[in-house]
C-alpha cells in the first residue's frame, strides 16, 4: 500500500493513512493545496478497489498498471475527498503532482496505454511510440472532471517525472530522458534525446520545451522561484 500522513509544524503527526487496495499501491507524489488544509496525492495502483471514488473522472480499474490522483481534506481529518484512476489497457504511472489554481491541479507520469489519456486538441493527443510515453493531465478539483490531457513523447522510453507551478504562468514538467524533437524552436541546448524540461501554459499549451546538455542524469528535480 502507499500512505499519507500529516505532520504539525513541531512535527506531530496529526494523522496518517493507507491507500490501497488488494493489488501492489504507490503514493510519489504530493503537494499542498488551497483550502481546509487540503493536499493531493499522485500515484500508481494495481488495485481494482480501495482506490477511486464514485463519481470521479474514471471510478474503474483499467487493468495492469493505473495512475491514480487524490483529494484529501487536511486539518488533522485525513479524509479522501475523491480519487480517480487514470490510464487504459496498459502499464500507466502517476510519478508527480502539483496544484495550478485554487481549483485545478495537475499530474504528470508515464504511459504505455494508446487509449485513456489524451485528450483530443491537447498539445499531444497520440502516442508517440516506444515503450512508454510521457504525459501530463489537469483537473477541477470541484466537479472532479477532466480538463485536459496530454503524452509527450517519441520512439524512446519516454515519461515525466516532476511538476511544478510556475506562479500564475501556468507549470514546468520535466525529466531525465526524452526522445529526440521535442524542443521547441530556437530553445537552449541540444536537440536531443537527453535531459528535458518543459512550460505549458495553465490550459496545457507548450510555450517552451529544451533538452539540457548532461546526458548523465538518473534523476532530475524542478523547481520555482514565482
Same mark, same amino acid.
Given at each position: 500500500?502507499?500512505?499519507?500522513?500529516?505532520?504539525?509544524?513541531?512535527?506531530?503527526?496529526?494523522?496518517? /493513512?493507507?491507500?490501497?487496495?488488494?493489488?501492489?499501491?504507490?503514493?510519489? !507524489?504530493?503537494? &499542498?493545496?488551497?483550502?481546509? /488544509?487540503?493536499?493531493?496525492?499522485?500515484?500508481?495502483?494495481?488495485?481494482?478497489?480501495?482506490?477511486?471514488?464514485?463519481?470521479?473522472?474514471? &471510478?474503474?480499474?483499467?487493468?495492469?498498471?493505473?495512475?491514480?490522483? &487524490?483529494?484529501?481534506?487536511?486539518?488533522? =481529518?485525513?479524509?479522501?475527498?475523491?480519487?480517480?484512476?487514470?490510464? !487504459? $489497457?496498459?502499464?500507466?504511472?502517476?510519478?508527480?503532482?502539483?496544484?495550478?489554481?485554487?481549483?485545478?491541479?495537475?499530474?504528470?507520469?508515464?504511459?504505455?496505454?494508446?487509449?485513456? %489519456?489524451?485528450?483530443?486538441?491537447?498539445?499531444?493527443?497520440?502516442?508517440?511510440?516506444?515503450? =512508454?510515453?510521457?504525459?501530463?493531465?489537469?483537473?477541477?478539483?470541484?466537479?472532479?472532471?477532466?480538463?485536459?490531457?496530454?503524452?509527450?513523447?517519441?520512439?524512446?522510453?519516454?515519461?515525466?517525472?516532476? %511538476?511544478?507551478?510556475? !506562479?500564475?504562468?501556468?507549470?514546468?514538467?520535466?525529466?531525465?530522458?526524452?526522445?529526440?524533437?521535442?524542443?521547441?524552436?530556437?530553445?537552449?541546448?541540444?536537440?536531443?534525446?537527453?535531459?528535458?524540461? $518543459?512550460?505549458?501554459?495553465?490550459?496545457?499549451?507548450?510555450?517552451?520545451?529544451?533538452?539540457?546538455?548532461?546526458?548523465?542524469?538518473?534523476? %532530475?528535480?524542478?523547481? &520555482?522561484? /514565482?
Amino acid at each position: 500500500d502507499g500512505f499519507v500522513a500529516w505532520f504539525s509544524p513541531t512535527g506531530t503527526r496529526l494523522f496518517g /493513512s493507507y491507500i490501497g487496495g488488494t493489488g501492489d499501491d504507490w503514493a510519489t !507524489g504530493v503537494a &499542498a493545496g488551497f483550502a481546509n /488544509s487540503e493536499f493531493v496525492v499522485s500515484g500508481t495502483t494495481m488495485s481494482s478497489s480501495g482506490i477511486a471514488t464514485a463519481g470521479s473522472h474514471d &471510478a474503474s480499474y483499467n487493468g495492469l498498471h493505473d495512475a491514480f490522483m &487524490a483529494l484529501y481534506n487536511g486539518s488533522g =481529518t485525513g479524509t479522501k475527498a475523491w480519487c480517480t484512476y487514470y490510464g !487504459g $489497457a496498459g502499464y500507466d504511472f502517476g510519478m508527480a503532482v502539483t496544484w495550478l489554481s485554487s481549483n485545478t491541479f495537475a499530474m504528470c507520469g508515464k504511459a504505455s496505454s494508446t487509449t485513456g %489519456i489524451a485528450t483530443a486538441g491537447s498539445d499531444q493527443p497520440g502516442y508517440g511510440g516506444g515503450t =512508454t510515453d510521457g504525459f501530463h493531465v489537469a483537473f477541477d478539483r470541484f466537479t472532479k472532471a477532466r480538463l485536459f490531457g496530454s503524452y509527450i513523447g517519441g520512439s524512446d522510453e519516454d515519461q515525466m517525472m516532476r %511538476i511544478v507551478k510556475l !506562479g500564475n504562468q501556468g507549470y514546468a514538467i520535466a525529466t531525465p530522458w526524452m526522445s529526440a524533437g521535442q524542443a521547441t524552436s530556437g530553445a537552449f541546448g541540444p536537440t536531443g534525446p537527453g535531459p528535458y524540461v $518543459a512550460g505549458y501554459t495553465s490550459s496545457g499549451v507548450k510555450n517552451w520545451a529544451a533538452y539540457m546538455p548532461d546526458h548523465d542524469l538518473f534523476s %532530475i528535480g524542478l523547481g &520555482a522561484n /514565482s
